[in-house]
């Protein structure tokens, strides 16, 4: 029975999950200076892909290479391409983009002259120079290529390895998508494995179509994986196979350069490296002209190719008209749609083959291919997805022969694995582990968007633990702390330093760009109003002068002034650590972040919180409500405040609590920082108890309760320690991820 939900059940879940999938979009693109938000659409036949003016999410795309059940997978699937999509416009520039399909081009025709004329025969300046070779080798050698196919072919190259690039990046910068990307990846990894037919054609008749076939699924399997090989590969493939020793010697190296690039740039002149190595393999492909049989059917990875070729034609458009700029009197390449080369057939089933559409990616900023500097920090890889090490050691597979009877004959490979020559042992084409490895990111990424999936008409990611319910009254508690807190101590300190340091530069930048994203949102909630007799000079409306009617003016509409206050409790006991890289230093760069952008539209107060024992509590105060400076608080507590021993949180958040109901704000938010469970208390217990009563009379108070707990490697005893103490309304994430996280909700809390 199939229970996948249908394309039309898909449409009405984008509509539920609009908000959601907008905000993401917006939240991913903080940190992006220069990028304008694109539009979000979706549409249920066309494929998923983005032109950097909007992002086209594909429904059929989901429904046939994902096949989601339930509406927590549709909502994890999505959510992976709308972060795919906006990686390309943060980090796939379109002019080094164009100049790899043209230098592809150019360097595949010169392989190929050398090849079959000789060296020094030719020159590839112009775009005719080309046209001129293609026809000499349709004339001459009975060879027809296009060049729309060399720059198609081009295409499925750079997208395959600037894919597991920006997706490499992407991952290290944000845990959600990390995990989302590992179960897609994985998904599409397990789901469209190596195509026996194509496998056979090679091996039996060395069928060199099949060959490029085989060779370019991998290059795109290799680069989104950490160095996997298409599923069943080592099935059906000796490591001493030609094949074999073709990729892992000269394509793998390049391979993994690619991934770890710097830059687009750079990973584009990769990809010309690799085309140039299979130029001959094209021209031969086409001269054996065994293509065409092929057409029209399912791809080789089971994918329908009416759904990647159409997305894939209609979106290659704008990127294949763009990649002609050299000559635009080009018309001479322009072939009608029954005309064919011997090659077309086979470049489609290569573009079907990636599973994921073209994307036209394209950035109008002006920039030229040198000006390009984007990543360069970033080419540290993190830890492999699934497969082997991206620097140092090249993987080898390792030979486990079985029978096979229904295998085809050549050099089989059965049941054997992809090990990597580094200090890792595992089998990373163990389908079990891979299985697993997948089960649990489904896992991870169903418990991060549970949420979501509980706040449908959120505004966005962050607002799903905010407390929205109206619907009672407030119970306002009787803080009494001396009575709650007979045997305890209370000193509130005030700042015994100067605030005279500025932030850091690259601190500053950071700051000055979500401010500028939140004066972004503002500046379009302006409403403004028409028909007036004063204001504005209208000049749609100046015709009704003609009438008599002076109503011609209009007038900006200030947005309502958001009546609301935040505080942010801040971790401040030894745990925290001091100087570069410390959970401290991660929390006050965010909290310095927060204060500079918020710093003029709501009322602030930061408060590091610590306890000396069980009986002395000191709150030490980082920044007050009203409090304004030119010099960041928060980085100046970083240098100079005082640090302390252990926490007793129940009590802070009370103290809290008391402040915040003192205040006349309607809406109120108050932040607990912490990177581990209450340690202040005579019986872990009661610990954990006192912080669950603190805050849920905070909560039944009107008063919103948000912990964001850091961790690096939290423990699930920890996880449950806080579920108990703050319910659903608790962020897990490590220390790296305290600024997106905390930002991401100050600004669900503002803007809800």
Same mark, same amino acid.
């Given at each position: 029975?199939?229970n #996948?939900? $249908?394309?039309?059940?898909?449409q ?8 959601v999938?907008?905000?993401e979009v ?7 200076? /220069?990028?304008?938000? +694109?539009?979000?659409?979706c549409s249920?036949?066309n494929?998923?892909y983005?032109?950097?003016y909007?992002?086209n999410?594909g ?6 290479i994902f096949e989601?059940?339930t509406?927590?997978?549709f909502?994890?699937?999505t959510l992976y391409?709308?972060?795919?999509e906006?990686g390309h416009i ?5 002019? +080094?983009?164009?100049?790899?399909i043209?230098?592809? &081009?150019?360097?595949?025709? #010169?392989?190929?002259s ?8 030719r020159?590839?300046?112009k775009?005719? $120079?080309?046209?001129?070779?293609l026809?000499?080798m ?6 027809n290529i296009?060049k729309r ?5 081009c295409h499925g ?5 600037e894919?597991g690039?920006e997706?490499?990046?992407?991952a290290?910068?944000?845990a959600? %998508? ?7 990846r994985?998904l599409?990894?397990?789901?469209q494995p190596?195509?026996v037919?194509?496998?056979?054609a ?15 699924s991998?290059i ?5 994986t950490?160095?996997?090989?298409q599923k069943?590969?080592?099935d059906?493939?000796?490591?001493d196979?030609e094949i ?8 793998l ?12 740039d ?6 010309v490296?690799i ?5 001959v ?5 086409? !001269?054996a ?6 057409s029209?059917?399912?791809?080789a990875?089971?994918?329908s ?8 034609t209609e =979106?290659?458009?704008d990127?294949?008209?763009s =990649?002609d ?7 001479d390449?322009?072939r009608?749609d029954n005309?064919? =080369?011997?090659?077309k057939?086979l470049?489609? /089933?290569?573009?079907?083959s990636?599973?994921?559409?073209y994307?036209?990616?394209e ?5 030229e291919r040198?000006?390009? @500097?984007?990543?360069?920090s ?5 830890a492999?997805?699934?497969g082997? $090490?991206?620097?140092?050691h090249?993987?080898?597979?390792q030979n486990n022969q079985?029978?096979n ?5 050549g ?8 090990q990597n020559?580094?200090?890792t ?6 389908k079990?582990?891979?299985? #697993? ?5 489904m896992?991870?990424?169903?418990s ?17 633990i905010?407390?929205?319910? /109206?619907?009672f009254s ?11 807190y007979?045997?305890?101590d ?6 015994k330093?100067?605030?005279?340091? +500025?932030?850091p530069?690259?601190l500053?930048?950071?700051?000055? &760009?979500? /401010?500028r994203?939140i ?9 403004r109003?028409?028909d007036? !007799?004063r ?5 749609n409306?100046i015709?009704k ?7 011609i ?5 200030e ?8 505080y942010?409790l801040q971790d401040?006991s030894?745990?925290?650590g ?5 959970k ?13 952008? %918020? ?12 306890a000396?024992?069980?009986?002395f509590v ?5 920044k007050n409500f009203?409090?304004m400076?030119?010099?960041?608080c928060?980085?100046?507590?970083l ?10 949180d ?14 006349k ?8 920082? =912490?990177?581990?469970t ?7 217990a009661?610990?954990?108890?006192d ?9 039944k108070?009107?008063?919103?309760v948000?912990s ?14 806080? @579920? ?22 100050i600004k ?5």
């Amino acid at each position: 029975m199939n229970n #996948k939900l $249908d394309v039309g059940k898909m449409q009405n879940l984008w509509n539920k999950y609009y908000k959601v999938f907008v905000s993401e979009v917006h939240f991913q693109l903080i940190f992006a200076p /220069k990028k304008k938000v +694109p539009w979000l659409l979706c549409s249920p036949k066309n494929g998923t892909y983005t032109d950097h003016y909007k992002i086209n999410i594909g429904l059929k795309d989901i429904y046939d290479i994902f096949e989601p059940k339930t509406e927590e997978e549709f909502v994890i699937y999505t959510l992976y391409l709308i972060g795919h999509e906006v990686g390309h416009i943060k980090r796939t520039p379109n002019k +080094p983009w164009i100049w790899g399909i043209n230098a592809g &081009v150019k360097e595949i025709c #010169k392989i190929a002259s050398e090849h079959y004329e000789g060296k020094g025969k030719r020159r590839f300046v112009k775009t005719t $120079d080309i046209q001129t070779f293609l026809k000499y080798m349709s004339d001459t050698h009975d060879i027809n290529i296009h060049k729309r196919d060399l720059e198609k072919f081009c295409h499925g190259i750079q997208n395959s390895l600037e894919d597991g690039r920006e997706e490499r990046i992407e991952a290290k910068h944000d845990a959600a %998508f990390k995990t989302r990307m590992k179960v897609c990846r994985g998904l599409f990894w397990d789901k469209q494995p190596i195509n026996v037919k194509i496998a056979a054609a090679y091996l039996q008749d060395a069928d060199i179509s099949s060959k490029l076939y085989l060779i370019s699924s991998q290059i795109l399997s290799l680069s989104t994986t950490s160095l996997l090989y298409q599923k069943n590969w080592f099935d059906l493939f000796d490591d001493d196979a030609e094949i074999n020793e073709n990729i892992e010697n000269n394509i793998l190296p390049l391979i993994a350069k690619a991934v770890t690039a710097n830059s687009c740039d750079e990973c584009m002149h990769i990809a010309v490296e690799i085309e140039k190595l299979l130029a001959v393999d094209l021209f031969e492909a086409a !001269k054996a002209n065994k293509i065409s049989s092929s057409s029209g059917q399912n791809s080789a990875n089971g994918t329908s190719s009416d759904t990647e070729g159409s997305s894939d034609t209609e =979106s290659s458009s704008d990127t294949e008209s763009s =990649s002609d700029t050299e000559d635009s009197s080009d018309n001479d390449d322009v072939r009608s749609d029954n005309e064919k =080369s011997d090659l077309k057939d086979l470049i489609d /089933k290569i573009m079907d083959s990636s599973g994921m559409p073209y994307n036209g990616e394209e950035e109008h900023d002006g920039l030229e291919r040198n000006e390009i @500097k984007e990543d360069e920090s970033d080419n540290t890889p993190d830890a492999s997805i699934f497969g082997g $090490d991206l620097t140092g050691h090249m993987p080898v597979s390792q030979n486990n022969q079985s029978s096979n009877q229904n295998m085809p004959k050549g050099n089989l490979k059965q049941n054997s694995g992809y090990q990597n020559t580094g200090d890792t042992n595992s089998n990373v084409n163990d389908k079990e582990a891979i299985k #697993k490895a997948i089960e649990d990111a489904m896992s991870e990424a169903a418990s991060r968007c549970a949420g979501l999936i509980e706040n449908a008409d959120t505004d966005n990611k962050s607002k799903q633990i905010l407390n929205n319910d /109206k619907a009672f009254s407030p119970v306002i508690p009787d803080i009494d702390i001396k009575k709650q807190y007979p045997e305890v101590d209370f000193e509130e300190l005030c700042r015994k330093y100067t605030v005279d340091l +500025p932030m850091p530069a690259g601190l500053q930048y950071r700051a000055d &760009v979500f /401010k500028r994203n939140i004066e972004e949102i503002l500046k379009s909630q302006i409403k403004r109003s028409y028909d007036l !007799k004063r204001g504005d000079l209208d000049s749609n409306s100046i015709y009704k002068l003609l009438l008599g009617d002076l109503n011609i003016f209009s007038n900006e509409n200030e947005p309502d002034i958001f009546d609301g206050a935040c505080y942010i409790l801040q971790d401040n006991s030894g745990s925290m650590g001091y100087g570069s890289c410390s959970k401290r230093e991660y929390a006050c760069e965010a909290t310095a972040i927060a204060e500079y952008a %918020f710093a003029n539209l709501m009322p602030l107060k930061i408060v590091a919180f610590d306890a000396d024992g069980d009986d002395f509590v000191t709150h030490e105060i980082i920044k007050n409500f009203d409090e304004m400076s030119s010099k960041s608080c928060s980085y100046n507590f970083l240098l100079k405040g005082r640090d302390g021993d252990c926490n007793k949180d129940g009590y802070s958040i009370r103290v809290a609590t008391g402040e915040l109901l003192k205040r006349k704000e309607q809406n109120k938010l108050l932040l607990v920082l =912490s990177d581990g469970t209450p340690s202040a208390y005579s019986n872990y217990a009661n610990g954990l108890k006192d912080v669950a009563d603190a805050v849920e009379e905070a909560k039944k108070a009107g008063i919103n309760v948000v912990s964001i707990y850091f961790s690096e490697s939290p423990t699930n005893e920890e996880i449950d320690a806080y @579920k108990q103490m703050y319910g659903n309304s608790t962020i897990i994430t490590t220390p790296e991820h305290i600024e997106t996280e905390m930002l991401s909700l100050i600004k669900t809390f503002y803007f809800k």
